[in-house]
């Protein structure tokens, strides 16, 4: 049985929901395809994106970036936690060469930690990094570029550098200097149009749009407990931490989840640019109303990329938090739609990734499964969740 160890960042939820797809794909190439996730990401959502049956190590392996909601990047913090983990790597960095000898997968994925990349050219583990950015860059283009401790810049770009592949989906930052990279179409799910039962569900009328407020990953950014109620759409919002609005729905309370159930039902989508919502939205013929973050590097790569292919429009993050869209959203909802984009990097992510997945005999007692333990010793994870 083939063996795949996909290792991903926990911050915000689109690390997880590139990646998703293209783990559905191989698992449907290779059935009885053995996963296992690394991740600090909440296990109900890793359950609710991956196929079932997967085993997850709840531990993280990588710092990302601490946030004030998603919009706001607490930037010189985040510093600190870089060079505090690189104090701390090489300790760090033979765990996780013990932690993937004991697994013995065929193959290590990451979605975008530079550790286990490094840990698996250790262990001698295919690895590949896939994702529209790396941290590297991140660091390297952001507020506080002349202040990331050189040390941390170099190993991040060596590690990422020698992975066998670097794979960019569509849009993607350009990573230039990258000597193993390959682009591929983007990655994204489409989901099916539901509208009309759910219409009947929230009880919206025919003449209403349904616009998605999408700003995942962060618990308690609801901007709609500041606006006042409107006639003009209906949103909906996995919940509603402000309370019970007439023109607004949270789904969860429907036993519904952005964006499986509602995605392709809706007519806009609010949100920060952030790949997941700007790929969803162009596989599923979604017009965008964004509000940038400002300082984030990726913006620069997704802007754009979308505005070419849907309509979009921007709005301040003053008027964000004052409720001033309605011309934004007029003008969104009358736009005439081009055809969706195609996800063609799921099928593409799969043909790199399948040859290193044609199962291979290992030694006799080589390990072949991940100890389930909660031992807080070298070569042992912290927590395992097995995946229903």
């Known amino acids: 049985m083939s063996h795949l160890f996909l290792a991903v960042t926990a911050h915000g939820y689109g690390h997880l929901a ?15 395809l053995r996963i296992t996730l690394q991740s600090d990401i909440n296990p109900g959502l890793a359950r609710s994106r991956l196929p079932p049956g997967f085993t997850q190590i709840q531990e993280g392996t990588d710092i990302g970036l601490l946030m004030d909601g998603p919009l706001g ?52 583990i295919p690895a590949v990094a896939l994702c529209s950015l790396n941290w590297y860059d991140i660091l390297r283009e952001s507020p506080v570029a002349d202040q990331v401790p050189a040390p941390v810049m170099a190993r991040m770009r060596a590690v990422y550098a020698a992975a066998e592949l670097f794979i960019r989906p569509a849009p993607s930052m350009a990573m ?39 700003f995942g990953g962060f618990q308690g950014f609801d901007p709609l407990a500041m606006w006042p109620e409107q006639d003009q759409v209906h949103w909906l919002a996995q919940d509603l931490p402000g309370g019970q609005r007439r023109d607004a729905t949270g789904i969860s309370s429907l036993g519904l989840r952005v964006p499986d159930d509602v995605m392709s039902s809706c007519d806009l989508m609010l949100c920060k640019p952030g790949y997941g919502s700007y790929a969803e939205a162009a596989v599923n013929r979604i017009p965008v109303l964004y509000v940038k973050r400002g300082d984030w590097p990726e913006e620069a790569a997704l802007i754009p990329w979308l505005a070419e292919r849907m309509p979009t429009r921007e709005i301040t993050r003053e008027d964000l938090l004052a409720g001033h869209l309605a011309e934004a959203i007029q003008a969104l909802c009358t736009a005439d739609r081009p055809p969706a984009v195609e996800p063609t990097g799921i099928a593409e992510v799969a043909d790199l990734l399948e040859p290193f997945l044609v199962h291979r005999l290992r030694p006799a007692g080589h390990a072949s499964r991940v100890a389930h333990s909660g031992s807080t010793g070298a070569a042992l994870p912290t927590s395992v969740v097995e995946g229903s």
């Open 18 to 32: 590139q990646a998703a797809p293209v783990v559905h794909e191989l698992a449907r190439r290779f059935p009885g």
């Open 73 to 124: 990047t607490r930037w010189s913090e985040s510093l600190i936690r870089y060079a505090d983990f690189e104090a701390d790597y090489e300790r760090r960095l033979e765990r996780e060469t013990s932690l993937l000898r004991r697994a013995a997968p065929d193959l290590v994925l990451a979605d975008v930690p530079w550790l286990p990349l490094d840990a698996a050219r250790r262990a001698g």
């Open 176 to 214: 230039s200097w990258l000597p193993n990279a390959i682009d591929v179409g983007p990655i994204a799910s489409r989901y099916p149009d539901r509208r009309d039962a759910l219409r009947a569900r929230c009880g919206v009328p025919p003449d209403r749009p349904f616009a998605l407020i999408q």
